[in-house]
């Protein structure tokens, strides 16, 4: 079956990094977008950018622009997003999700990844 | 950006009745519209596309319309399972954005 798996929790300091990556099995690896969608505790899901596997294209939200890097590894059907510049405000739920590109969907979604920053 | 309205904000009903959720987008969003549930420790899931296609496996109490700026995610009976969060989301201008939810509780 289609699914994206994202690796475990992470917990980092203020002014670090993260890397979290998003194996996907069950479907063609190159043929859909990978999106990158964040919930902060207590909030909404905040889109944060997308890539094309196939091209390695990328289009981010204007506000993870300089901090956000999305790379694949198409051998392993991975992709992976990495946010820098880490500060306390960016403790959330980070999603991949599979990005359709004839309509809206957004389908299937990894199971989430914890990322905590804290001193 | 496309912002994305829902209300209400907080939706109280018992199981068996009907839940509206409305979704108003800023601009003309046709027809790149859909609505995902969500509920704590898990990911979301997709409802609907397109406005009004039900993805698969979802149950025919969830229904969509609308068109334009102004839509409508309906679920026909509550069952114990929909009481979540749903959110809309666009992709028809860019960026993809979604709205803040509406939260369907007992």
């Known amino acids: 079956q289609v699914q994206l798996v994202q690796s475990g929790a992470e917990v980092k300091k203020p002014g670090g990094s993260v890397k979290v990556s998003c194996k996907a099995s069950?479907?063609?690896?190159?043929?859909?977008?990978i999106n990158w969608v964040r919930q902060a505790t207590g909030k909404g899901l905040e889109w944060m950018g997308r890539?094309?596997?196939?091209?390695?294209?990328?289009g981010l939200a204007q506000k993870f622009q300089g901090r956000v890097t999305m790379t694949r590894n198409i051998s392993i059907s991975t992709a992976y997003m990495e946010l820098s510049s880490l500060r306390s405000e960016d403790t959330a739920v980070y999603y991949c999700a599979r990005g359709w590109a004839i309509d809206s969907r957004f389908d299937p979604w990894g199971q989430g990844t914890l990322v905590t920053v804290s001193s | 950006e496309t912002v994305l309205t829902q209300s209400p904000a907080t939706l109280s009903l018992s199981p068996g009745e009907r839940a509206t959720l409305s979704c108003r987008a800023s601009q003309s969003v046709s027809p790149s519209l859909a609505w995902y549930q969500h509920k704590p420790g898990q990911a979301p899931r997709l409802l609907i596309y397109d406005v009004s296609h039900r993805a698969t496996g979802v149950p025919t109490r969830f229904s969509g319309s609308g068109s334009g700026t102004d839509f409508t995610l309906t679920i026909g009976s509550l069952q114990p399972e929909d009481f979540a969060v749903y959110y809309c989301?666009?992709?028809?201008?860019?960026?993809?954005?979604f709205g803040q939810g509406t939260r369907v509780e007992i």
């Open positions: 989301q666009q992709r028809s201008n860019w960026p993809p954005t």
């Open positions: 890539m094309d596997p196939n091209s390695g294209n990328t």
């Open positions: 069950g479907y063609t690896f190159t043929r859909y977008d």
